[in-house]
């Protein structure tokens, strides 16, 4: 079966260090990555895309076909990063993003 | 530019009642979603719809159905609200097989 995984649900940081936000997939094909954010009483909303390759607020993500992971990493974390962070497959065609558990940032200073 | 709008931000319905969820894009998106996010378990689809009228079941659909009858909106309904439906409700919508999701600002329901 299809399924993602975010290990960790609260990840606790002090402003300026590094965070790794894990992200593994199960699917034998390719699928497209993405990382979704919601900022505390704000709607979900699009972080990163894989195919895109691209650094949205100091946020960058590597997919590893080996390791089937989609890591989200920031080399010095703010206060404004805190929110809760999903991790959103979508398998080759399929309508629909598959969803992790989320993991919950908290950059403290 | 609001571009997904739910009928309701905070809704408190009593168990057995029926309960309809209105959601409404104005983007003229084929695909349309329903979610429930619950501490500790995300985003898991109710229901998703590619067209009008058509419809498809996600991961949980059991005591909820869904509308569609006009591309623009897709509405969840619960037949008899139960307290385990305590939630809150996202509702998505994305272009044909591409894009990406773009989310309403959900709808917090509780049922007493």
């Known amino acids: 079966a299809q399924r993602v995984t975010q290990p960790e649900k609260l990840l606790s940081v002090f402003k300026g260090a590094p965070v790794e936000l894990k992200c593994n997939y199960s699917y034998s094909g390719s699928p497209e990555l993405f990382w979704y954010v919601q900022y505390s009483r704000q709607r979900l909303q699009l972080l990163l895309r894989?195919?895109s390759r691209e650094s949205i607020k100091g946020f960058t993500a590597d997919l590893n076909k080996g390791e089937t992971s989609f890591h989200l990493k920031k080399p010095f974390a703010q206060e404004e990063d805190s929110a809760m962070y999903y991790c959103a497959p979508k398998m080759d065609s399929s309508y629909k993003l598959i969803f992790g558990s989320g993991t919950r940032l908290l950059v403290r200073p | 530019d609001v571009k997904v709008t739910q009928s309701s931000r905070y809704l408190v319905k009593r168990t057995g009642e029926k309960v309809f969820l209105e959601c409404v894009q104005d983007m003229d998106h084929e695909n349309m979603f329903w979610y429930r996010q619950d501490p500790g378990l995300g985003l898991r689809l109710i229901y998703f719809s590619y067209d009008v009228k058509m419809k498809e079941k996600g991961d949980i659909p059991e005591g909820y159905s869904v509308s569609r009858e006009k591309k623009e909106r897709f509405s969840l309904i619960l037949e008899s609200a139960s307290t385990n439906q305590t939630s809150m409700y996202l509702c998505a919508s994305t272009l044909h097989g591409t894009g990406t999701p773009e989310f309403g600002p959900g709808t917090r329901l509780t049922v007493t």
């Open positions: 894989h195919i």
